[in-house]
């Protein structure tokens, strides 16, 4: 079972970029599947998690109105597509499945590496 993020980089402030998390070793369709960002000195926060059931989503007040999470069931597949890039979005953020959207870290069983996001002029 493995979770695989991919698509940080370095952007501008109000760019984008999209995230993708790709699974191997299980379906995607039957977990709920979380985005979660740590910058350098905090806690881990969830930013976002899509539910399997009913396509449910959940956003961080934080960044309302500028993401959107999504999952392609075909590709296995679940993307954070993230516009109007702030500063304050720069982190490490991963990918974390399991059967419900836990709102903290330690409900989550499976996790990816990683992936640097870094918004700066």
């Known amino acids: 079972v493995q979770l695989q993020a991919s698509g940080g980089g370095l952007v501008l402030p109000g760019g984008s970029l999209r995230l993708s998390c790709a699974a191997s070793?299980?379906?995607?369709?039957?977990?709920?599947i979380a985005w979660f960002r740590q910058a350098p000195g905090k806690e881990r926060e969830r930013v976002s998690c899509i539910v399997s059931s009913d396509g449910s989503t959940y956003y961080a007040d934080s960044v309302k109105g500028r993401f959107t999470i999504s999952r392609d069931n075909a590709k296995n597949t679940v993307y954070l597509q993230m516009n109007s890039l702030k500063a304050e979005d720069t982190a490490v953020y991963y990918c974390?499945?399991?059967?419900?959207?836990?709102?903290?870290?330690?409900?989550?069983?499976?996790w990816g590496q990683g992936t640097q996001v870094t918004v700066s002029s």
């Open positions: 974390a499945a399991d059967r419900m959207c836990w709102r903290t870290s330690s409900g989550y069983d499976y």
């Open positions: 070793g299980f379906t995607l369709d039957y977990y709920a």
